[in-house]
């Protein structure tokens, strides 16, 4: 249906093609109860995810998992194949049957996210930050001529697998137009004076429509509603990810940002932007709080003994599932055996067990922690499970 009396954008002919160039935002909107009622919704949800997750005791140590998790999400839209349990044990210093190249680009989209979160504190989220973040994203990954942290200088343009020009499903502005398109987006970035919530959704179709970069708008497009989300304060922590929501309803979301340029259907993708912060608030809030739950009974189990290293072991779980002895050495300065009795404490307690058959640098994995974390995303309200 027709949202907006504006104009999209223009399609502006390149001779055997036309590309599309969107207008400068903010559009035309049209506040109808369902937009306000879906505003309302995804306000007071990321509020309370604000509020309860920083008050559990240890948002710090929970922040990396999460992060991990969105880095696989993000990059399995785009079809990296590497699953969340791999990247952790990998990162444990396990050996993994998965290609090297999918392990990195998912690495490096946790390394992207926490540049990102450090460089807010002296900038702002801007064309400059997008650059370094794309850079940090696509360094190393081979197979692509993605040109790291710069702008395309050839027209690309979206569709299936193997599509040309001729059968693309959108063409993004020609090369010449992306400056002009993004200096745009920046000014409304920083001077918008719409809710957050609805100007980084806005800002995410626009990021997208313009798909400045050869390889890695998606997923530079993704980290930026992160990192939109911690510079305006609206979360303390890096809690709240959207990947998992346009995983898990992709095709909506490829139509919902398809809509806006072909139509103006600014407020169906606001709508489902909304639903999606809502939906993810209540998940991210659901996963923390039984994630500490776990980390607090086996605290519980461990504590009161002689050494306090299975205790010290227990806390690291928190921030990766996966263990081993040589890293439990390394991460509190103590001695390999101390660290092997250590988690054989933990094994004795139910907390990890072993995984593989390795004889020497066996690994360990918390499995109840790592099933949360894996489970897939709950779309639906809290209150209907």
């Given amino acids: 249906m027709h949202n907006t009396t504006d104009i999209p954008g223009q399609k502006v002919s390149q001779g055997s093609y036309s590309a599309f160039v969107p207008a400068p935002l903010p559009p035309e909107l049209s506040w109808t109860p369902r937009l306000i009622g879906a505003l309302s919704d995804a306000d007071r949800l990321v509020g309370r995810l604000a509020g309860e997750g920083g008050r559990l005791p240890n948002p710090h140590i929970l922040i990396r998992p999460f992060v991990q998790r969105e880095a696989v999400l993000s990059s399995k839209i785009e079809g990296t194949q590497a699953t969340l349990g791999e990247l952790l ?22 390394v992207a996210l926490e540049h990102g979160i450090s460089r807010l504190k002296k900038l702002p989220l801007c064309i400059r930050l997008t650059r370094e973040l794309h850079e940090k994203l696509m360094t190393g990954v081979q197979g692509h001529q993605a040109a790291p942290g710069r702008f395309r200088k050839i027209q690309n343009c979206i569709g299936k697998p193997g599509s040309t020009i001729a059968t693309a499903s959108y063409i993004p502005p020609p090369p010449g137009e992306v400056e002009p398109c993004l200096a745009a987006w920046e000014k409304f970035l920083h001077e918008s004076t719409l809710p957050p919530l609805v100007t980084i959704a806005l800002a995410h179709y626009q990021f997208e429509a313009v798909h400045p970069f050869l390889d890695g708008n998606g997923r530079v497009g993704r980290l930026l509603i992160t990192l939109f989300l911690i510079e305006r304060q609206i979360l303390p922590t890096p809690l709240l990810y959207l990947s998992a929501f346009f995983e898990a309803s992709r095709r909506d979301y490829y139509d919902g940002l398809r809509a806006i340029s072909e139509r103006g259907a600014s407020n169906d993708w606001l709508e489902y932007f909304l639903l999606g912060v809502a939906r993810m608030s209540e998940d991210a809030l659901s996963r923390a709080m039984r ?92 209150d209907n499970k």
Avoid: H, M
């Fill in 89 to 110: 044990a990998a990162e444990a210093g396990a050996i993994v049957d998965r290609s090297p190249e999918d392990l990195r680009e998912v690495g490096n989209y946790v």
């Fill in 291 to 382: 994630i500490n739950g776990l980390l607090a009974e086996w605290q519980k189990k461990v504590s009161g003994e002689s050494s306090n290293n299975p205790l010290r072991v227990v806390e690291l779980l928190g921030a990766n599932p996966f263990i081993t002895a040589r890293g439990v050495t390394d991460r509190l300065a103590i001695a390999f055996t101390t660290a092997q009795r250590a988690i054989e404490r933990l094994e004795r307690a139910r907390i990890v067990n072993r995984v593989g058959n390795a004889k020497r640098d066996r690994v360990y994995c918390a499995t109840a922690l790592l099933d949360i974390l894996e489970e897939p995303a709950r779309l639906k309200p809290a």
